[in-house]
């Protein structure tokens, strides 16, 4: 974390036993290579403020033991993934500032015990938000500010008895 690595992200770096990997706030550059999915026991990977591109690798849904997933303020682009919902421990999800496009997948509802924290600002997300995210009932925050969501709130968000987060603002909502 925070120092002056450049380049990309070599793939050996995930054949180790690794427990977390803190890369944050460097000037790595680059894909997230599909290789990412061999960190199996990684419990917090914290990728974000680098200059990291392309699209997130479905290989991210290998990651059954994270808990942190930080990829906020690179340059990538794509969906997310629907392998997303395979991370049956994620409680924090930041994909914030980059050039994600899509919708947010509906496969998230898959995380309605553990998920505290979805946040996808300044992207160019679109779509519904699906009501799968509101039965999320751990969330404590929902960012889905300046991006191009369409469509009403459901009434569902009333479910989120722990939610004290809920920036939707600049999008396209209606009703």
Same mark, same amino acid.
Request: a negative charge; aromatic letters at 8%.
């Given at each position: 974390?925070?120092?002056?690595?450049?380049? %990309?992200?070599?793939?050996?770096?995930?054949?180790?036993?690794?427990?977390?990997?803190?890369?944050?706030?460097?000037?790595?550059?680059?894909?997230?290579?599909?290789?990412?999915?061999?960190?199996?026991? @990684?419990? !917090?990977?914290?990728?974000? &403020?680098?200059? *990291? &591109?392309?699209?997130?690798?479905?290989?991210?849904?290998?990651? !059954?033991? @994270?808990?942190?997933?930080?990829?906020?303020?690179?340059?990538?682009?794509?969906?997310?993934?629907?392998?997303?919902?395979?991370?049956?421990? *994620?409680?924090?999800? &930041?994909?914030?500032?980059?050039?994600? !496009?899509?919708?947010?997948? %509906?496969?998230?509802?898959?995380?309605?015990?553990?998920?505290?924290?979805?946040?996808?600002?300044?992207?160019?997300?679109?779509?519904?938000?699906?009501?799968?995210?509101?039965?999320?009932?751990?969330?404590?925050?929902?960012? *889905?500010?300046?991006?191009?969501?369409?469509?009403?709130?459901?009434?569902? @968000?009333?479910?989120?008895?722990?939610?004290?987060?809920? /920036?939707?603002?600049?999008?396209?909502? /209606?009703?």
């Amino acid at each position: 974390s925070k120092n002056a690595l450049s380049g %990309s992200i070599p793939d050996s770096l995930f054949e180790l036993p690794l427990k977390r990997l803190y890369l944050e706030e460097n000037a790595l550059t680059g894909t997230i290579s599909t290789a990412i999915g061999r960190l199996s026991s @990684v419990d !917090r990977l914290v990728l974000h &403020r680098n200059s *990291l &591109r392309g699209s997130i690798p479905s290989s991210i849904g290998d990651l !059954r033991n @994270v808990t942190f997933l930080f990829l906020e303020d690179n340059f990538l682009t794509g969906p997310i993934p629907t392998t997303i919902g395979k991370l049956e421990q *994620l409680q924090l999800l &930041r994909f914030g500032n980059n050039e994600l !496009r899509g919708s947010i997948p %509906s496969e998230i509802g898959r995380l309605k015990n553990v998920l505290n924290e979805f946040s996808v600002p300044r992207n160019q997300m679109s779509g519904s938000v699906p009501d799968e995210l509101y039965e999320c009932t751990e969330l404590t925050l929902i960012e *889905l500010f300046l991006n191009r969501f369409i469509g009403t709130i459901s009434t569902e @968000v009333g479910n989120l008895a722990k939610l004290w987060g809920f /920036h939707i603002d600049d999008n396209l909502f /209606h009703g």
